[in-house]
């Protein structure tokens, strides 16, 4: 549709997988070590990390990142100094876009990790809480526009329950939805043309996150007036936590007009929890990547690797192979989404389903415009049983296989 293939490459690495975690798990301590983890003050390590970053994503030569706010500068010891921790490393940030022409996809704020979240950011009860998390948001906000960011996530991390017997659902609703509401009139306000995406993900870290799956942000959405404001980053991983395909997710939000872009890595389909591998599987992607094309392909969006290496992968050239492998898949999903495409054979087995809506009753019937007893009347007029049109299912399921 107007697009090369090339312009659907919107590959992001993203900042705290590769180069802010240290390979801890909740059953053991840090495992790698790379050089911009150790030596020096909080601020020299960020600064190294941040060179150590760009050298990693020229060598790769992707043409976007995605960070936290946390990931880029340390947290000081007051809000006041942490703020200008980051604004310092922002102007690092920017220094290295100029020098390598490599640009943000997404900015975000961590709203997740520091003991104050503990009970929640924007849903927590505490005022001072709600506004250190504004606090938050609009700095990280700020330094996407300044460094040009196409758009602005947030993953509801702490926004959630552990049990309802102390929890009141229609509060910290109100409170999450009033809480977009400030940051869709900030982003208006200081001119951020960018998108603002809300990621859903079921569970983990809380036993119930309100984000839960794309049909309940949606719902979320609309009850708080957003629903043309803010749209969906989905995670593959994510998907498959909430019981859906990928698929599912990215056609869902396509349908209500709320897709945005992709986190991608492995919707692992043993379940369990997020395990953030690098996307792997052909078939499985390349039905997901059908999807996006059908929907026109990315927009402000595009294809940021939510993955990471696993703790026993101390060696640093692994990140790399790890990266190396995704774009691969995913370049490779694209052709075989692309030829699906263009073989025309499902487009035809969905212009055959909806055959209906080309005729005159057909029409009127599925648009509404007959009454229960008009319906009745026509069916009960003809002295035949309905036979209902029937689609291909499993030749269609195994189309993925003849493309690849
Ligand atoms: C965790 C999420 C997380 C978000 C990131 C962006 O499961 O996938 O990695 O993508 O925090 O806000
Ligand atoms: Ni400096
Ligand atoms: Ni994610
Ligand atoms: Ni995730």
């Known amino acids: ?15 705290w997988h590769s180069f802010v ?12 070590l790379r050089p911009w983890f150790t030596g020096g003050s909080p601020m020299e390590l960020a600064v190294r990390k941040a060179e150590a970053a760009f050298d990693f994503l020229s060598r790769l030569g992707v043409p976007y990142y995605c960070f936290h706010d ?3 500068a340390p947290e000081g010891a007051t809000p006041r100094e942490s703020l200008s921790n980051f604004r310092h490393m922002v102007e690092h940030l920017a220094a290295h876009q100029q020098r390598t022409g490599i640009k943000l996809l997404w900015g975000t704020a961590n709203l997740f990790s520091h003991r104050r979240y503990m009970a929640g950011a924007a849903t927590n009860p505490d005022p001072e809480v709600f506004a250190m998390a504004a606090t938050q948001v609009k700095a990280a906000i700020d330094a996407t526009l300044q460094l040009g960011g196409e758009n602005y996530v947030l993953w509801g991390g702490r926004e959630g329950y552990e049990t309802l017997l102390n929890t009141d659902l229609r509060q910290e609703l109100d409170q999450l939805g009033r809480f977009l509401n400030l940051v ?13 995406l809300l990621e859903p993900k079921p569970r983990e870290p809380t036993k119930h996150q309100y984000d839960f799956d ?5 719902g979320f959405l609309k009850r708080y007036g957003l ?13 498959t936590l909430s019981g859906h395909s990928f698929e599912h997710e990215i056609a869902l939000a396509q ?29 499985e992607t390349a039905i997901a990547l059908y999807s996006v094309l059908q929907g026109g392909g990315f927009t402000t969006g595009g294809l940021n690797f939510d993955a990471k290496v696993r703790r026993q992968s101390i060696d640093p050239t692994d990140l790399f ?54 319906l009745s009347e026509r069916v009960l007029s003809r002295n035949e049983d309905v036979t209902p049109v029937s689609g291909r299912q499993e030749a269609l399921e195994n189309l993925v296989n003849r493309y690849i």
């Open 70 to 72: 946390r990931d880029v």
């Open 184 to 196: 869709v009139d900030y982003k208006h306000r200081i001119g951020f043309t960018g998108t603002i």
């Open 21 to 32: 975690w240290t390979g801890l798990d909740p059953f053991g301590g840090e495992t790698f």
């Open 255 to 283: 349908a209500l007009g709320i897709f945005g872009s992709l986190d991608m890595n492995r919707g692992d389909p043993q379940l369990g929890w997020d395990t953030d591998q690098f996307p792997n599987n052909l078939p």
């Open 321 to 374: 192979h790890g990266h190396v492998g995704a774009m691969d898949l995913c370049a490779r999903a694209l052709l075989v989404a692309a030829r699906m495409i263009e073989d025309d054979r499902l487009a035809k087995a969905v212009r055959e389903r909806y055959a209906g809506w080309r005729t005159s009753f057909g029409r009127d019937a599925l648009e509404g415009r007959l009454s229960l007893e008009a």
């Open 1 to 15: 549709r107007g697009k090369r293939m090339e312009d659907h490459l919107r590959f992001a690495v993203c900042y």
């Open 227 to 239: 629903e043309k404001e803010v749209k969906v980053n989905i995670e593959a991983n994510h998907a």
């Open 214 to 218: 794309v049909a309940t942000v949606y």
